[in-house]
């Protein structure tokens, strides 16, 4: 028989595990909560001066050429993957079934590397305007061509690599729809467009509004491409307040400025997800019969499908591995195996550590339902929303105050210097990772946990095993595929980051990001185009995943 005490130690075990899972979890939004309550108190304590000086000067610039650039993206994406969504979800033409695999593929290249793929290409020494004076025999001044280092050129080169989002949140709204609306309308007189304008689109706007809110969060958080671009953004003004006018307080008031705009942003996307559960897509319903095309329409929706995938993967990838052909720039040397190394280890790292934090926030949440867990999750979330040079400023500024005065310390006490003991480590900066992409590792992990039926959990439970328990043996490898898309897509982001390790990095620890920066900035973009394409062929490795689930859902 069953003692009293065998019950409480059973009622014990679960409560103690979960307790430790907690105390993991609340810590993980912890540390996703201090940058932003870091960059407000170093905002707020750095006076007005600072503030006023901004708004004289470059803070009406920013604003401008970042509001202009979210709006072109915003229209960019929407159009390119609303269109190409409806093309390859309810019509039939010759290679629609490439053509919808094909076009997830821009989501594997960083902006900047096409950046520096186009400017190659377009510049003035470039092979476009170069063969335009040597055919049409016109001299530097006789003509007038579109300069891709531009506001215009970054928004498209923005638009290219991001409407993955919304195209793939569109096809799969589109996929679920159910056709007995559309039909309906058509019935009533309209034609197939109209009927697409109002019926379809209507039922997948919540959809596509969080496609299009992802780009421009991602634009917003983006440095590299504007910054190679000359234009003057916030994450541009961030960066220069911070390394070249050394002014911390300036860049805490720009990061504020542009935190509390992405934080706006962030709630959107979640009214927007909210209202995406009035869409049940589990109802039994007709499914729409796909509209065949004839040839001129074909052509038209080939054309379009296709122009890109070709000016967002394949063209950038053609002139990046012929600029790395003729480039002096060797894989195999030490030195560029260091950056390999530095990438792989920064990557590797931010992926265990941000998916065992994903874990413990998900798995908190399934186990003890409350206003913690909930908090916990929301806050957790909060960070891919934030850009990474936000974070980063976010992160510095607490723990440099905390490492000076450790450092005073030990010199006042025993005369000797501890030095940084955080600031400037990998561990630092592997935290900011894990703030910036924890949101994408929950969401991975939480669509697999959806699979795991809640009597496998009271199952468990009732052979005695503690919530650790339960994770390890039950839910771990029912996951196992969900985790390992978790960790890709985390180790990729890591690889692709690159203001956070810009200004986190350790003294003379460089990546691949981090030296294709550095060359493009020197003009040498012969030299960048090698180490971008390693960066884009890891970038391939969750894109490929991506397009086999794309494959399945057909």
């Given at each position: 028989?069953?003692?009293?005490?065998?019950?409480?130690?059973?009622?014990?075990?679960?409560?103690?595990?979960?307790?430790?899972?907690?105390?993991?979890?609340?810590?993980?939004?912890?540390?996703?909560?201090?940058?932003?309550?870091?960059?407000?108190?170093?905002?707020?304590?750095?006076?007005?001066?600072?503030?006023?000086h901004l708004i004289n000067t470059v803070l009406?610039?920013?604003?401008?050429?970042?509001?202009?650039?979210?709006?072109?993206?915003?229209?960019?994406?929407?159009?390119?993957?609303?269109?190409?969504?409806?093309?390859?979800?309810?019509?039939?033409?010759?290679?629609?079934?490439?053509?919808?695999?094909?076009?997830?593929?821009?989501?594997?290249?960083?902006?900047?590397?096409?950046?520096?793929?186009?400017?190659?290409?377009?510049?003035?020494?470039?092979?476009?305007?170069?063969?335009?004076?040597?055919?049409?025999?016109?001299?530097?001044?006789?003509?007038?061509?579109?300069?891709?280092?531009?506001?215009?050129?970054?928004?498209?080169?923005?638009?290219?690599?991001?409407?993955?989002?919304?195209?793939?949140?569109?096809?799969?709204?589109?996929?679920?729809?159910?056709?007995?609306?559309?039909?309906?309308?058509?019935?009533?007189?309209?034609?197939?467009?109209?009927?697409?304008?109002?019926?379809?689109?209507?039922?997948?706007?919540?959809?596509?509004?969080?496609?299009?809110?992802?780009?421009?969060?991602?634009?917003?958080?983006?440095?590299?491409?504007?910054?190679?671009?000359?234009?003057?953004?916030?994450?541009?003004?961030?960066?220069?307040?911070?390394?070249?006018?050394?002014?911390?307080?300036?860049?805490?008031?720009?990061?504020?400025?542009?935190?509390?705009?992405?934080?706006?942003?962030?709630?959107?996307?979640?009214?927007?997800?909210?209202?995406?559960?009035?869409?049940?897509?589990?109802?039994?319903?007709?499914?729409?019969?796909?509209?065949?095309?004839?040839?001129?329409?074909?052509?038209?929706?080939?054309?379009?499908?296709?122009?890109?995938?070709?000016?967002?993967?394949?063209?950038?990838?053609?002139?990046?591995?012929?600029?790395?052909?003729?480039?002096?720039?060797?894989?195999?040397?030490?030195?560029?195996?260091?950056?390999?190394?530095?990438?792989?280890?920064?990557?590797?790292?931010?992926?265990?550590?941000?998916?065992?934090?994903?874990?413990?926030?998900?798995?908190?949440?399934?186990?003890?339902?409350?206003?913690?867990?909930?908090?916990?999750?929301?806050?957790?979330?909060?960070?891919?929303?934030?850009?990474?040079?936000?974070?980063?400023?976010?992160?510095?500024?607490?723990?440099?105050?905390?490492?000076?005065?450790?450092?005073?310390?030990?010199?006042?006490?025993?005369?000797?210097?501890?030095?940084?003991?955080?600031?400037?480590?990998?561990?630092?900066?592997?935290?900011?990772?894990?703030?910036?992409?924890?949101?994408?590792?929950?969401?991975?992990?939480?669509?697999?946990q959806a699979m795991v039926h809640a009597n496998?959990?009271?199952?468990?439970?009732?052979?005695?095993?503690?919530?650790?328990?339960?994770?390890?043996?039950?839910?771990?490898?029912?996951?196992?595929?969900?985790?390992?898309?978790?960790?890709?897509?985390?180790?990729?982001?890591?690889?692709?980051?690159?203001?956070?390790?810009?200004?986190?990095?350790?003294?003379?620890?460089?990546?691949?990001?981090?030296?294709?920066?550095?060359?493009?900035?020197?003009?040498?973009?012969?030299?960048?185009?090698?180490?971008?394409?390693?960066?884009?062929?890891?970038?391939?490795?969750?894109?490929?995943?991506?397009?086999?689930?794309?494959?399945?859902?057909?």
């Open positions: 028989m069953t003692s009293v005490s065998d019950l409480h130690l059973r009622k014990a075990k679960p409560r103690n595990g979960l307790r430790g899972l907690s105390v993991v979890a609340v810590c993980a939004a912890l540390i996703c909560a201090l940058p932003m309550v870091a960059v407000g108190a170093a905002a707020f304590g750095g006076g007005t001066e600072t503030v006023r009406g610039e920013y604003t401008r050429t970042t509001l202009v650039l979210v709006f072109l993206v915003a229209v960019g994406t929407f159009s390119i993957g609303v269109g190409a969504a409806w093309l390859v979800t309810m019509t039939r033409f010759p290679g629609v079934r490439v053509l919808e695999i094909a076009l997830v593929l821009p989501l594997a290249f960083p902006a900047y590397v096409l950046a520096y793929a186009y400017t190659n290409v377009l510049d003035h020494p470039g092979i476009v305007q170069t063969t335009l004076r040597d055919v049409m025999g016109w001299g530097p001044r006789d003509y007038w061509f579109p300069d891709i280092r531009s506001l215009g050129g970054a928004a498209l080169m923005l638009t290219l690599v991001l409407y993955p989002y919304v195209y793939l949140l569109a096809r799969a709204a589109f996929l679920q729809q159910s056709g007995t609306t559309f039909l309906a309308a058509r019935a009533l007189g309209t034609t197939a467009w109209a009927a697409f304008f109002k019926v379809s689109l209507p039922l997948a706007r919540p959809a596509i509004a969080g496609g299009v809110l992802l780009a421009v969060m991602e634009t917003i958080a983006d440095f590299g491409t504007v910054a190679y671009f000359g234009v003057q953004t916030f994450a541009t003004g961030i960066y220069t307040s911070w390394f070249s006018l050394f002014d911390r307080t300036g860049a805490a008031q720009l990061a504020l400025c542009l935190l509390s705009f992405a934080l706006l942003l962030a709630m959107l996307e979640r009214a927007q997800r909210g209202r995406a559960k009035y869409h049940d897509p589990a109802r039994q319903a007709q499914r729409m019969p796909p509209i065949c095309l004839n040839r001129g329409q074909a052509l038209c929706a080939q054309v379009l499908c296709g122009v890109p995938v070709v000016f967002g993967a394949l063209l950038p990838i053609v002139v990046l591995f012929t600029m790395g052909l003729g480039s002096e720039q060797n894989l195999l040397s030490p030195r560029y195996l260091g950056f390999i190394r530095n990438s792989l280890t920064l990557a590797g790292i931010a992926a265990i550590v941000t998916v065992g934090a994903a874990v413990a926030v998900g798995f908190f949440q399934r186990l003890s339902p409350g206003k913690l867990s909930r908090a916990t999750g929301y806050v957790a979330r909060l960070g891919y929303a934030v850009p990474g040079g936000v974070i980063a400023v976010g992160l510095m500024v607490p723990f440099a105050v905390f490492d000076n005065a450790v450092d005073a310390w030990m010199r006042a006490t025993f005369d000797m210097s501890t030095g940084l003991l955080v600031t400037g480590s990998i561990w630092l900066l592997v935290a900011a990772y894990m703030v910036r992409f924890l949101a994408a590792a929950l969401g991975a992990y939480e669509g697999g496998m959990d009271a199952a468990a439970r009732s052979l005695g095993q503690t919530p650790i328990g339960t994770l390890r043996r039950v839910h771990l490898p029912i996951l196992a595929p969900s985790l390992l898309t978790a960790l890709l897509i985390v180790f990729v982001d890591v690889m692709k980051e690159l203001p956070a390790t810009l200004i986190m990095r350790p003294f003379n620890f460089d990546t691949l990001a981090v030296q294709a920066y550095r060359l493009a900035s020197d003009e040498r973009l012969d030299g960048a185009a090698v180490p971008s394409l390693v960066i884009v062929a890891m970038g391939l490795l969750p894109v490929i995943l991506i397009c086999r689930q794309v494959g399945r859902a057909r």
